[in-house]
């Protein structure tokens, strides 16, 4: 996993987009398809920074509560109105450090919505919508509190956590919103020193500024950290056992509690899932090759369509690809005009972002064309930038979300950088521009973030193999951009007890999301603990 923006698309019905975050290379935290072969031992795969997955596996902790620890896992949450009808609100405290629990604490926001009947009440189903830095509370109020089946939400109570460092939950800041727009603006395919030199600049800014806000927690936003609380709150909430819903980076987190804790795991549902055995650099080629896919995918719906800026239905996938990069090659020199009230343009950046965003959810193509359509052919780049903003949870005032500062805080202290230097890069990068022609060079320089992080990573790749958990059910979405296919197929083989489940489509995560075998395998497990057949596969 490694930084700066890999997002994920939350379903409201709608085609409004919502970056929930991943992994992070310029855009983004995997299968390849149509692009590079990243099987061990293949030139991709060294490039990638390892040859073989890694084999060491996640180590449970003691089943005994340390009595350190006791004062938290006995906490009484007192529950308040939120201000969203149905809805209450509380604040958990956690260790800041699990080592030394009495030197200070975290506050975390949590959510719920009570069971509403009828039916016997099954405990609560906690929900994270990814990232890292996606806020589940605003999830949790927004679509899974009110947007999950009915008779999932009549049996359980629908809670969610907001993780240390995101959202609710004391969040880490870098940049305001001025600082952010210029980081967002910034060139990520240098041409030259002078550009490379910019980029760099770039990183170091955004990392001293994450380090001056947060100095003590930025330490301790592990995703293993993240978990413990989660354990926290289970027993805070009564409930023996977690339930959980974690999609996009909420399945690393969700198989890293199973890991933690086998003997306390319920019923899990990973769906989009991720690989924790793999270092970033391969993380970050393998989601390149991720998005190639999708991009295809998207390219050979367009050319079908009377109003494709791209092609006609005489057109190929690459050529449709090599359209595309011409485009962006043109922004470079020259940024269009968007009607922006802050000035700025659609710049080469802004333009990847937004395409990218477009590849989380097919119900979004129709808005891409339209947006290629009015920059290609009426130089107005304003679609593309409504596309680029909402991946960035920019705000209309001008002021961002903590998504990215939250998503690049986890995921540098989770992993090693992905590349230390911009040689490291150059040397990459024709695995890169192979695995994806259209988004590779940007992806892998938007891989080097991680490089000037104030604080040293604590994680490594590692198995997740949970031995003695129940049943988990591992999703995982054959031509999902930002989660490749073969991620969901190599956690369901880590973990002992995993169940994959396929999604034969498009699209990044698959529940709630149209197909009523995958809705009907994942309510069936949540209200009755029963997991579908191992490689059960939906259309």
Request: include cysteine; aromatic fraction near 8%; proline fraction near 6%.
């Amino acid at each position: 996993m490694h930084t700066r923006r890999t997002h994920r698309r939350t379903r409201t019905g709608s085609t409004r987009l919502r970056a929930t975050v991943l992994v992070a290379a310029l855009l983004a935290t995997a299968c390849s398809a149509g692009g590079a072969s990243t099987s061990a031992g293949s030139p991709a795969a060294e490039a990638a920074g390892s040859t073989e997955a890694a084999t060491a596996a996640l180590t449970p902790l003691p089943k005994a509560t340390p009595a350190g620890l006791s004062p938290y896992y006995g906490q009484k949450l007192a529950w308040r109105d939120c201000g969203v009808p149905g809805f209450q609100c509380a604040t958990m405290k956690a260790p800041l450090d699990y080592a030394k629990p009495g030197e200070g604490d975290v506050r975390l926001a949590v959510a719920r919505k009570k069971a509403t009947g009828p039916g016997k009440r099954l405990g609560s189903l906690l929900v994270n919508p990814g990232g890292p830095g996606g806020s589940a509370i605003g999830y949790l109020q927004q679509y899974a509190g009110i947007g999950y089946p009915a008779k999932v939400r009549a049996q359980y109570d629908m809670v969610a956590v907001d993780p240390r460092g995101v959202a609710r939950s004391e969040p880490v800041e870098c940049l305001d919103g001025r600082e952010m727009d210029a980081y967002t603006q910034t060139d990520v395919t240098p041409d030259d020193a002078g550009e490379t030199d910019e980029l760099v600049d770039a990183y170091k800014e955004f990392a001293e500024g994450c380090g001056a806000d947060a100095p003590k927690l930025l330490r301790h936003v592990s995703t293993v950290e993240a978990a413990r609380d989660m354990d926290v709150l289970r027993a805070v909430l009564g409930d023996e056992k977690l339930t959980y819903v974690g999609a996009s980076y909420g399945t690393f987190l969700g198989a890293t509690y199973a890991g933690l804790f086998p003997d306390r795991t319920g019923r899990l549902v990973l769906d989009g899932a991720m690989d924790p055995s793999l270092p970033a650099r391969r993380l970050n080629l393998e989601q390149t090759a991720g998005f190639e896919t999708a991009f295809q995918s998207f390219a050979k719906d367009c050319v079908r369509q009377s109003d494709c800026p791209l092609g006609d239905k005489d057109t190929t996938p690459d050529q449709v690809g090599k359209n595309l990069k011409s485009f962006f090659d043109d922004l470079d020199a020259k940024p269009l005009p968007a009607g922006d009230a802050d000035g700025r343009k659609l710049t080469e950046s802004l333009a990847t972002t937004g395409v990218i965003a477009a590849m989380y959810d097919e119900g979004a193509w129709q808005q891409l064309r339209e947006s290629l359509t009015s920059a290609i052919k009426e130089k107005d780049g304003a679609g593309l930038l409504i596309l680029s903003d909402s991946y960035y949870e920019r705000e209309a005032d001008g002021g961002y979300s903590n998504l990215m500062f939250a998503n690049a805080a986890v995921n540098c202290l989770d992993l090693p950088a992905a590349f230390s230097s911009p040689d490291e890069v150059r040397a990459a990068l024709p695995d890169f521009e192979k695995a994806s022609p259209v988004f590779g060079e940007g992806l892998a320089w938007s891989s080097l973030n991680c490089a000037y992080w104030p604080v040293k990573p604590t994680g490594e790749p590692h198995r997740i193999e949970a031995a003695g958990a129940t049943p988990i059910v591992v999703v995982g979405t054959t031509r999902d951009p930002a989660t490749p296919y073969r991620w969901a197929e190599a956690l369901s083989g880590q973990l002992s007890s995993g169940r994959l489940l396929t999604y034969e489509g498009d699209g990044h995560t698959a529940y709630g999301r149209g197909s009523s075998c995958i809705d009907s395998a994942i309510n069936t497990y949540l209200l009755t603990g029963t997991a579908p057949k191992d490689g059960t596969r939906c259309s």
